[in-house]
Every structure is written in C-alpha cells, then in structure tokens.
C-alpha cells in the first residue's frame, strides 16, 4: 500500500512529571454552559465586542438543544395560530441558517408557533457561528472551583481530561442549568421540595409517512389507557414529526434528575429502557404508521429543573398569570405552565391568545454578586413561574439581556446599571410586534 508519504517510524517516550497541564485564559466574558443560554449570551457578547470563553463539561457544544434532543422551540410565538415572534437578534441568525439548510418546520397552533428543527442543523449553527464571532471553546471541561472576592467571582477553576484550565474574566455568566457556577462560588440557590421529572428523548426512523400519523390527543388518549401494560412510568407522550420525512423526535418518558453523582449517572439507563418500551406502544398501537419504527439515536438526559439561584426577584406563577409587567422586564413569552412535577404526567395551563407574560432582570442576578448574570433554566421563580420560561425562546431573550447587561456593568456591578439602557438595547424583546412565521 502506498500513499506517497513515508512512514516516520520515530516515537517519544514520555512519563508523567507529577505537574498537571494548566492553562490559563484571560477574556472579558466567561459563559459557563454551551446551551441555548450560553450560546445566544456569548454571541451577543461578541457582538458587543467583547472576548469571551465558553465552557462545558461535553466535549460539544449545543447543551440541552443538541445533545438531549429537544427538538422545539418553544415560547418564541405569541399564542394563537399566527402570532407574532416574541424574542429577535441572535434568534433571527439560527431561524435563518436553519431555514437555509432545510432543517427546520414552523406547526401553527393550535395553541402556538413552534419551530421543529433538525438538531444537527442546529449544532453545526452553534460551531459556526461561535467560531465565526470569535468565541473561544473550552470544552469537556467540567467546572470545579470558582475564586471570588467579596461580591465578585474572580476566576473559575476547570477540569479536562487534558489538564486543568483557569479562566480569569470581569464578567461571568451562569448558563449551566444547574446553576453550577452561583452554586460553586458560594452563593445562595434554589432546589424544589417537589421532584421535576425529566425525559429521555428519542429520534425514531421508519415512520410510514404514507398514512395519517396520530396527533397529539390520539397519541395522549391511547398512551394513557395502555401504558400500564407497557411498564411506561408516563401517561402522555408527544411526537414531533417533520412532514414528508419518516423520523420523528419521541417525548414520552419521566425520569428523575437527581443531583447525587452515582443516582444521575443511573437514570440515563432507566430513561433508555422506557423509550424502547415506548417503541413497543407505538408500534403495536399504530403498526400501519410506526409498524418499522426504530431508535435512531437516545438523547443524553433531557434535564428540565434541578438547582436554580436564588435572585434579587422570585418570580412566582401569579406574575406569570396576571400578566406583570416588571419596571425591569427584559424579554416576554406566552408558554404555558408546563410543569413535570408528577411521574406520570405534567400540568398544562394553556394562556389566551392574548396573553404576554414578561421576566425580570432581578430574578437573573444574585443578590451577593456584582458580575454574575444567570440565564435559562438556572433563573429564579418558582417551579411552575419557571416552567413557563425556561423553554428556549425566552432562555435566548435572557441571553441578549445578560450579555448587555455585562457590557453595561463593566468592572462594576449588574446591580448598579441603568435599566432603561438595558431595556433600550432590548427593546425588540419588549416591543415588536412582528414576524410572524411563515406558512
Ligand atoms: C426533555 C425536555 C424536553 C423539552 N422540550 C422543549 C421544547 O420542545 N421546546 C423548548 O423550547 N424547550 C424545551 N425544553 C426546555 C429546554 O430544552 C431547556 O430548558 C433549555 O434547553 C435550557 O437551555 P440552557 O442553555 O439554559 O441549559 P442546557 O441546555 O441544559 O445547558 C447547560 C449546559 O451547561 C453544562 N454544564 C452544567 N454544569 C456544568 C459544570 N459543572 N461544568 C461545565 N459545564 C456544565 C451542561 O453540560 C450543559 O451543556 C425541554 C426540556 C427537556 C428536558
């Protein structure tokens, strides 16, 4: 065999010195998790101008979006069939490279717009865009240890299977769900009394796209009188099929989401034994349509409330309802109360078409920190006010917030900046009242 190149047959012996590799980063921005949250902060940050480094404990970028297998976005619309879109700026970039790759499908009602899209799609936006602005990537690195001073988180100490990496930044932003960083640099957070079960998602292949697939209340009436006799722990599933393809994104499992190590490493199994039991439902259920349905791929545990910080504003669920409109709002979204707090199903409280409710800068920013700004699923209100938004449209008007909120603080403090500024750069997420999606 030949390929032009000789071989080197030259190797270097090497021993450990006892020194572990350390790198150090120097940036004026660290985002700490690389989902939707620290995706849209860190390039709206780098819009801004700013240096900034991603962090996460995968080896890949994309979070909850890409690697669980999410496969919505939610809360992004105004209720009713064709309402308008609540949240603008980095989302306008993905809606459009998902557009362009034919990765994506806008399902009109009924209760609102949602935008399926294909999850690779997704993660190759994620790279690309983040290389494009800049952004550096730190990943498969596992946060271990923040420094502060006083009010201030200094550096964040972080773990590869490399070496060890410290980043060193003014502004830190927590976008790792579990409010790993708030948590670590030793400020106050949240856990619920009451368990938020997660899911374990699944792409099926094999759909006969030739018959009329069943939809949601179909799907929700026969899961729920059969799933006993499947050992299925839910009641409910849903399907997100993507019209004229044969896959299908699978949500029909409840998994507990524990914080102990050894119990969340367990659950990722048991959330796999009930999607194949799901198959079987569906199969035998519907065997014209899902007769050839298989598992293309598992999801990594789809994870939905765990630890959140506890913040300057608790956001709680009469806010949510009664429609508030915060003096310090930053974004809006309409999504139900959706909240897994039961194994064998969820509340969902539909709002009217009407229907806007808003999130408070204050339920983003600890009361102990000046250059911490959570965003996402770590904000603060309580379980069902939170269930209502921390699907990933508002999680993105959050991130534009968070990043400007930084850039105005600069080397003082989140707590001290002029709000109406911060509003002003966000007004679109306040404001507009168009973009509606297309047919
Ligand atoms: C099963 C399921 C279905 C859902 N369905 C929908 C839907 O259809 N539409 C919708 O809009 N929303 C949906 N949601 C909600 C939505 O997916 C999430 O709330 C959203 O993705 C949160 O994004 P995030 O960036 O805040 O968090 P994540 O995507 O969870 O990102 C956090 C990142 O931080 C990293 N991280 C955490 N701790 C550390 C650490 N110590 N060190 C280093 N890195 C760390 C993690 O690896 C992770 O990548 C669903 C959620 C679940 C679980």
């Not at 339920?363 to 996402?376: C, Q």
Request: proline share 4%; with cysteine.
């Amino acid at each position: 065999m030949s390929h032009g190149r000789p071989i080197n047959p030259a190797t270097t012996i090497v021993r450990h010195s006892g020194e572990v590799l350390h790198r150090e980063l120097d940036v004026d921005l660290c985002v700490i998790g690389a989902g939707i949250s620290g995706t849209t902060t860190a390039l709206e940050a780098a819009r801004l101008g700013k240096t900034v480094a991603i962090v996460d404990g995968l080896p890949t970028l994309g979070g909850q979006a890409v690697n669980s297998i999410i496969g919505t976005f939610c809360g992004l619309y105004r209720n009713g069939t064709h309402g308008h879109r609540f949240t603008f700026g980095i989302v306008d970039d993905m809606l459009d490279y998902l557009d362009r790759n034919d990765a994506s499908y806008y399902r009109h009602g009924p209760t609102t717009t949602v935008v399926h899209y294909n999850e690779i799609a997704l993660s190759r936006w994620v790279e690309t865009s983040l290389d494009t602005a800049g952004v550096i990537p730190v990943t498969g690195a596992i946060l271990r240890e923040a420094e502060t001073d006083g009010r201030r988180i200094k550096s964040v100490k972080l773990v590869t299977r490399y070496g060890d990496v410290t980043i060193r930044a003014e502004g830190f932003a927590d976008c790792s769900g579990d409010a790993a960083l708030t948590y670590l640099a030793g400020f106050e957070c949240r856990e619920p009394d009451e368990k938020v079960y997660g899911s374990q998602q699944a792409v099926v292949e094999g759909i006969d796209i030739n018959v009329e697939l069943p939809q949601r209340e179909e799907l929700s009436e026969r899961i729920a009188e059969k799933a006993e006799d499947y050992g299925l722990i839910r009641k409910n599933g849903l399907m997100f099929y993507f019209p004229g393809k044969e896959v299908a994104v699978m949500n029909m499992t409840h998994v507990e989401t524990p914080l102990d190590p050894i119990e969340a490493s367990r659950t990722s199994h048991i959330g796999k034994e009930q999607v194949d039991r799901g198959i079987k439902l569906l199969r035998e259920q519907w065997p014209e349509a899902f007769g050839n349905i298989k598992v293309r791929s598992y999801g990594f545990p789809g994870i939905r409330q765990t630890r959140w910080i506890k913040a300057k504003h608790h956001l709680v669920v009469d806010e949510v309802v009664s429609e508030k409109k915060f003096d310090d709002a930053i974004g809006r979204t309409a999504w139900p109360i959706e909240l897994h707090n039961a194994p064998e199903g969820f509340v969902w409280d539909v709002f009217d078409e009407d229907h806007t409710h808003y999130i408070p800068f204050s339920s983003m920013i600890s009361p102990e920190a000046d250059n911490l700004v959570a965003v996402g699923r770590c904000i603060d209100g309580d379980p069902a006010a939170l269930s209502s938004v921390r699907v990933m449209g508002p999680c993105m008007a959050q991130g534009m917030a968070a990043a400007n909120a930084l850039d105005l603080a600069g080397s003082g403090s989140v707590h001290q900046i002029d709000i109406s500024s911060l509003q002003d750069r966000v007004s679109d997420n306040l404001n507009r009242t168009d973009g509606v999606a297309p047919d």
